[in-house]
């Protein structure tokens, strides 16, 4: 009879430890924080974003931040943010076929940009302002 009991509690114990450890690794979205949507982006040229830093040639990390209502997109290289700027969502109605960037040819910057995969076009916004390096 006590080996029944042992045997119960034992079980009742393992289950209350295995849910604390699958509700402690689980990750929930954080209160506050923006969401944002990335995708791989190589730069094949010298291109410079909304008046502010330039992009060097190499591969990217791009991401929107669409979180305060004043959407942006962000550069980065190696895992450092290196350059990003205000930009207006233009909606496709369909999922773009390939990714396809637009800049001027005589300023090199960026005036918009369409990701593969994705339904939305990039309209760069000029600010005046510039931020980071690009390198």
């Known amino acids: 009879m006590m ?33 944002a949507k990335s995708a791989d982006l190589e730069i094949t040229s010298a291109t410079r974003v909304a008046s502010g830093p330039e992009l060097q040639p190499g591969s990217y990390k791009v991401s929107l931040v669409n979180s305060s209502g004043s959407p942006e ?10 350059a990003q700027g205000p930009v207006k969502l233009v909606d496709e109605g369909k ?5 396809e960037i637009e800049s001027n040819t005589e300023t090199h910057e960026l005036i918009q940009m369409r990701l593969k995969g994705w339904n939305q ?7 005046g302002t510039s931020s980071n390096s690009g390198q």
């Open 95 to 99: 999922k773009n076929q390939q990714t």
């Open 73 to 82: 997109v962000a550069f980065y290289r190696n895992g450092n943010l290196v």
């Open 3 to 35: 080996n029944g009991r042992w045997n119960r509690s034992g079980l009742a114990a393992a289950a209350v430890l295995l849910l604390v450890a699958s509700v402690a690794s689980a990750k929930f979205p954080s209160l506050g924080k923006s969401t």
């Open 121 to 127: 076009t990039f309209v760069f916004v000029d600010t």
